[in-house]
């Protein structure tokens, strides 16, 4: 299933990606650091959803109480449950 989230507090605006039985595919962040964020769409794909919750939920980007990666993870969670409850 197709999902798009828009972030809140990062220099990205939204995340695109699929969950496929709660694994992640076809991760595209719209705005912010474009090399590490490709790299973050890279290391998740084929990936548990679960698993990179538990490894990017909390992170922070300087001052911000939140990243680009942080709100992946809350992208994720939200999917996941939206998922569970169709």
């Known amino acids: ?3 798009t989230f828009t972030t809140k507090g990062t220099c990205s605006r939204q995340i695109d990606f699929e969950l496929d039985n709660g694994v992640i595919h076809n991760v595209v962040f719209t705005g912010g650091c474009n090399g590490n964020l490709k790299a ?5 794909e084929g990936q548990d959803a679960e698993r990179i919750i538990t490894i990017l ?3 922070t980007c300087g001052p911000r109480q ?3 990666a942080d709100q992946f993870s809350i992208a994720l969670r ?3 449950e ?3 409850n169709a």
């Open 82 to 84: 939206a998922e569970k």
């Open 40 to 44: 973050i769409a890279k290391l998740s």
């Open 57 to 59: 939920a909390g992170n």
């Open 66 to 68: 939140t990243s680009c």
């Open 1 to 3: 299933m197709k999902h």
């Open 78 to 80: 939200e999917a996941l």
